[in-house]
């Protein structure tokens, strides 16, 4: 699954928040989606910038979704109060929506434009809150119905 691909809509539970989250009720919004694991290192590493990017572009139409792919919630709930996580944090157990996505690791993310298409694919860690990649998504905000 890569640019260009209608993002495959998915429903998960939001671990902390309940109720369940539904990739489809985000369209409109340029979405962020993270597929991560608590036992890995590159993951754990990014978080930080995964938040303050969500920090800074919180006032925005800008979603981001951390799917955790571990089978034990505690475990993620625990790995989100280390680290202060305020983004939303859907749970994978069985690794059903990562395997819809084709992940071949962790991390791996997608940058979905407003109308629920892959527009970059990132296999790998990222410094979220880089001026590179906040820029792209900003750009995709600005672009209204579509990406850029």
């Given at each position: 699954?890569?640019?260009?691909?209608?993002?495959?809509?998915?429903?998960?539970?939001?671990?902390?928040?309940?109720?369940?989250?539904?990739?489809?009720?985000?369209?409109?919004?340029?979405?962020?989606?993270?597929?991560?694991?608590?036992?890995?290192?590159?993951?754990?590493?990014?978080?930080?910038?995964?938040?303050?990017?969500?920090?800074?572009?919180?006032?925005?139409?800008?979603?981001?979704?951390?799917v955790s792919v571990d089978e034990d919630a505690e475990a993620v709930e625990a790995f989100r109060t280390r680290l202060?996580?305020?983004?939303?944090?859907?749970?994978?157990?069985?690794?059903?929506?990562?395997?819809?996505?084709?992940?071949?690791?962790?991390?791996?993310?997608?940058?979905?434009?407003?109308?629920?298409?892959?527009?970059?694919?990132?296999?790998?860690?990222?410094?979220?809150?880089?001026?590179?990649?906040?820029?792209?998504?900003?750009?995709?905000?600005?672009?209204?119905?579509?990406?850029?």
């Amino acid at each position: 699954m890569g640019p260009g691909h209608d993002a495959p809509d998915f429903q998960l539970p939001v671990l902390g928040e309940g109720g369940v989250r539904r990739l489809s009720e985000l369209r409109g919004r340029v979405v962020l989606l993270n597929f991560w694991a608590t036992w890995c290192k590159p993951c754990e590493d990014e978080m930080p910038a995964m938040e303050r990017l969500h920090r800074r572009l919180g006032d925005t139409e800008f979603e981001l979704l951390a799917v955790s792919v571990d089978e034990d919630a505690e475990a993620v709930e625990a790995f989100r109060t280390r680290l202060a996580l305020s983004f939303a944090i859907l749970h994978d157990p069985d690794a059903r929506v990562s395997r819809r996505y084709q992940t071949t690791g962790y991390p791996e993310s997608f940058l979905i434009d407003r109308r629920g298409r892959i527009v970059f694919k990132y296999v790998g860690p990222r410094e979220w809150d880089a001026p590179v990649y906040e820029a792209r998504v900003r750009r995709l905000l600005e672009a209204g119905g579509g990406a850029s």
